[in-house]
């Protein structure tokens, strides 16, 4: 697959603080990226997404930045509450590959302590 | 969005047997993928799941030891054969939509195998 991939394997925060989970890609031809919250015995649950002609796009408590320039994608998530433990990953879509069809980062397992 | 409900949710099977995957979505979707999730590993694309013709397979994977089937838009099978203990992980489905300026895809909350 593609090379999409993860600074940090784990990220711990206390509530209340900002956390920042951090991505990399390889392939130039990457125009859509998602990023997933992935709880213990769950799938992977849709958070946000922002397309490669945009650098910065907001949701509710979430905000993706992209820096096309470096191919770094980064998630952003203000106030961490506990019920945001989980394991976050990137996503990204190929230019002209079928739409859906992901190339999944490694994961950031990002724990929440109060 | 849409609801994706997989069968079996879990299942524990003997190796060299084979085990075949439901997926069931509640309303009509363009694409729809199968993944595999390895113990502590992120999601791997195994393929996508063509409506009335073969399942077109990523890199590493082959119609031999997942075959697919998908005879209309709201279901599909995957199923995991001649099982052995690197078989276990989770296998999910996921679905899309087609025809919208951002395509995110869904999942289903997958099925966790072991082989034994």
């Not at chain 1, 979430?62 to 203000?78: E, G, M, P, R």
């Not at chain 2, 060299?16 to 509640?26: F, H, K, P, R």
């Not at chain 2, 393929?47 to 709201?74: C, H, M, W």
Request: aromatic share 10%.
């Amino acid at each position: 697959g593609e090379s999409v991939g993860l600074h940090l394997p784990t990220l711990s925060v206390q509530e209340g603080d900002n956390s920042i989970i951090n991505c990399a890609y390889s392939n130039s031809a990457s125009d859509y990226f998602i990023w997933y919250k992935q709880e213990s015995g769950k799938g992977p649950q849709f958070i946000i997404d922002i397309r490669s002609n945009m650098d910065k796009r907001q949701g509710q408590r979430v905000t993706v930045l992209l820096n096309k320039t470096v191919k770094h994608l980064s998630l952003q998530i203000a106030a961490t509450q506990p019920g945001d433990s989980a394991v976050y990953f990137c996503a990204e879509n190929i230019r002209g590959s079928t739409l859906g069809r992901l190339y999944f980062g490694r994961g950031t397992q990002l724990t929440v302590w109060p | 969005s849409a609801v994706i409900s997989q069968k079996p949710s879990r299942d524990i099977c003997q190796r060299g047997t084979s085990l075949t995957i439901q997926c069931q979505v509640d309303s009509q979707v363009t694409m729809m993928f199968w993944y595999r999730q390895q113990p502590g590993q992120s999601l791997t694309l195994i393929a996508t799941a063509n409506q009335g013709s073969e399942a077109t397979y990523e890199s590493g994977f082959v119609i031999d030891k997942f075959p697919i089937s998908r005879p209309n838009l709201t279901f599909s099978t995957l199923t995991v054969s001649n099982m052995s203990p690197e078989d276990s992980s989770i296998y999910l489905c996921s679905v899309a939509f087609g025809g919208r300026p951002n395509t995110e895809a869904f999942f289903g909350q997958g099925t966790r195998l072991t082989v034994v």
